[in-house]
């Protein structure tokens, strides 16, 4: 199949556009989160009395966590949860773009402490970088990175109809791929 020029250049234009503010965001918090800078949570904390002692088993801690967050009118997070922490010290956590969960044992094992971590703006756009969303933005996120991949073969093949730029255009591939190599072996 051959692409003309203007073929190229309007495919280029057309979802650099379209997919420009998702890519910013991705850049920004990438970029921000490589510094330590991950955003902030607003954090409310409850001492929940339990009928039976704090179980290490995720259905009963996610039904558990589901009751509180409903009898507080609060939203479910949209990610997963889970149980971190090594043998009988081990906590709960439930993420989402919005909303964080942590479900905590205490020295009472009748007692247990729920943080309810709600995100600020940054936050919530690196939970969204960490595919803390929905399903919704993990589709949206995908057409994303098909338009990256998209944008970055009609600028190489925009480069390569100019028989002038070829031989740049393979210094410039061949010196990103070993500044990659390079970055990956030092890290």
């Known amino acids: 199949m051959k692409f003309n020029r203007a073929f190229l250049v309007k495919t280029h234009m057309t979802v650099a556009a379209f997919i420009f503010p998702v890519v910013m965001m991705f850049c920004i918090t990438g ?11 607003h954090v409310q904390k409850f001492k929940l009395e339990l009928a039976q002692p704090m179980q290490r088993d995720k259905l009963w801690l996610t039904q ?25 010290f081990y906590y709960f956590v439930w993420t989402g773009s ?27 756009f690196v939970q969204l970088h960490k595919a803390k969303g929905g399903i919704a933005f993990k589709v949206y996120a995908v ?21 002038k730029e070829r031989l740049h255009l393979l210094l410039s591939a061949t010196m990103g791929l070993g500044l990659f190599i390079t970055m990956l072996l030092t890290s």
């Open 98 to 124: 919005q909303l964080d969960v942590e479900l905590e044992q205490t020295n009472n094992p009748f007692v247990a402490q729920l943080k309810i971590k709600q995100t600020n703006l940054h936050r919530f």
């Open 143 to 163: 057409i994303a990175a098909t338009g990256l991949i998209l944008l970055f073969l009609t600028g190489f093949l925009m480069a390569w109809k100019l028989k």
């Open 64 to 88: 558990l966590v589901k009751q509180e967050l409903m009898q507080r009118e609060i939203t479910l997070p949209t990610g997963k949860a889970s149980i971190k922490g090594p043998g009988k």
């Open 31 to 41: 970029a921000l989160y490589s510094w330590g800078i991950k955003g902030g949570y």
